[in-house]
């Protein structure tokens, strides 16, 4: 068999929306030096569109669309070939009910082997809400990537309290974080307003929003805002928005001044002009903090759990639209951003020197053990099998008899072909989520 320790490691990458995709690629390359890295696109609701793909700007070898069944039977056949069509590292970049069905899929299909490849997962971004959900569904993976020092510790302290190993709890930092440092004002003097596709997510606080954001316009002739969208209507991303910007947008009184417009495009790309970012709890401010840029979290809404705002309690970036009205700056506290990995002040390139030693050990010891998730029949007989279920596993792992002889789409990315009926399918499942199930949640509040 080939050597573990080639100079260019195989990664496979298996991503459920158009962020996690981003960090999962991003974490690769950062991880893990002159790859070959193949992307899986977990066949769902989130699945980015090449739009989408061609947005966030992370590059692979290959790329293509995949039910989690197949993945599954390609790491099985993986492990058990004598070539290099075989992974080093495999990088779970998506939801927690995923995460933790591909950890006992691939359990189940590395059972007996005598090597297996090494399996890294993570957050795409700022962990406000279900920690304890979401790190128990990761529990298992080789390494559970912690995006700054203050995650670190409470990934730690969770897996300590339900006494499960915390050995795979690794610091390191968000892996698309970088740019150009901010010198100074641009011509025209340019606000962002980073929107969030479920947050808030009543249209009374969205509109409040993008009123505000308008009058910011109106106010300052002299300065250009841009609300900065994350996807254009019919679209998905790593949560749904049942309420557009963009419509909200088509019906705001008087429209929307000249010096006021929606984009898209990379958000590395938008803040290359960005004086002053503007948002509720979007990671886009820790990228917007990293390059220095005044970065305001805004408090109009309250300071709430349920809006991720209060993770920046002790910032020095929370501030109403009245105060930036006003003409007001904030500025950062050091000691928060080095605890949340921002890196702000230059060593930042540094910060995955440590997972990628850890991650260069695993792959090249001569054996690994097996996976072994917190999660299992005996620690949650009442919801793991409803986590595997849905992703065409048994309570053990195991493909479910039929599920994984289904065909599975051949051929590359979104087949030219099949795009129009896939994409009327999603079209119609889209108008329940975003039209018919909110009416359906309103009639049973009556």
């Known amino acids: 068999m080939p050597s573990r320790t080639n100079s260019s490691p195989r990664v496979a990458v298996l991503a459920d929306s158009d962020t996690r995709w981003k960090w999962g690629a991003l974490t690769a390359y950062r991880i893990q030096s002159d790859i070959r890295l193949d992307g899986y696109l977990l066949r769902g609701r989130a ?4 739009r989408q793909l061609d947005e966030v700007g992370a590059r692979a070898d290959s790329l293509r669309e995949i039910r989690g069944v197949d993945f599954l039977a390609r790491m099985q056949d993986g492990v058990r070939s004598l070539d290099r069509t075989r992974y080093d590292v495999i990088v779970l970049a998506c939801v927690g009910g995923a995460v933790q069905a591909m950890l006992h899929g691939l359990a189940h299909a590395w059972r007996g082997a005598a090597t297996r490849p090494v399996v890294v997962t993570g957050y795409v971004g700022v962990v406000y809400e279900k920690l304890a959900d979401g790190l128990l569904l990761r529990h298992g993976a080789d390494v559970v990537l912690a995006n700054s020092r203050h995650d670190a510790d ?24 970088g740019g150009a440092r901010y010198t100074g004002a641009h011509t025209p003097y340019t606000v962002v307003f980073a929107a969030q596709p479920s947050v808030p997510d009543s249209r009374a606080d969205r509109t409040y929003l993008l009123r505000r954001a308008v009058e910011h316009a109106r106010r ?3 300065r250009e805002v841009l609300i900065k969208l994350r ?3 019919g679209e998905h991303t790593t949560h749904i928005e049942e309420l557009p910007y963009q419509k909200l947008a088509a019906k705001a009184p008087g429209g929307l001044p000249a010096n006021c417009r929606l984009v898209y495009g990379n958000m590395g ?13 979007s990671t886009a401010a820790l990228e917007s903090l990293h390059r220095g840029i005044p ?25 109403s639209w009245d105060e930036l009205d006003a003409g007001h700056r904030p500025e950062p506290d050091p000691e928060w951003l080095a605890r949340q990995g921002v890196a702000a002040d230059g060593d930042y390139e540094q910060a995955f020197d440590v997972a990628r030693a850890r991650v260069t050990a695993l792959r090249t010891a001569d054996r690994l053990p097996p996976l072994t998730p917190y999660y299992t029949a005996r620690t949650a007989p009442g919801y793991l099998p409803g986590i595997l279920a849905r992703h065409g596993l048994d309570p053990h792992g195991e493909p479910v008899a039929g599920h994984a002889d289904a065909p599975e789409e051949t051929g590359g990315l979104r087949r030219v072909a099949r795009e129009t009926v896939r994409e009327a399918a999603r079209g119609a499942y889209r108008h329940g989520v975003q039209r018919v199930a909110p009416a359906i ?6």
């Open 441 to 446: 949640r309103r009639w049973g509040q009556l």
């Open 269 to 281: 790309e938008v803040l290359d002009r960005t004086d002053l970012m503007v948002t509720v709890s």
């Open 295 to 319: 970065t305001a979290v805004l408090t109009d809404l309250g300071i709430r759990e349920v809006l991720g705002n209060h993770h920046f309690l002790g910032s020095g970036c929370l501030a």
């Open 154 to 177: 409470r990934f730690r302290a969770v897996y300590r309290g339900v006494g499960a190993d915390d050995s795979s709890v690794v610091e390191c930092a968000l892996p698309f974080l």
């Open 47 to 50: 699945t980015p569109t090449v």
């Open 231 to 233: 996807s254009k209507p």
């Open 220 to 222: 300052h002739p002299d």
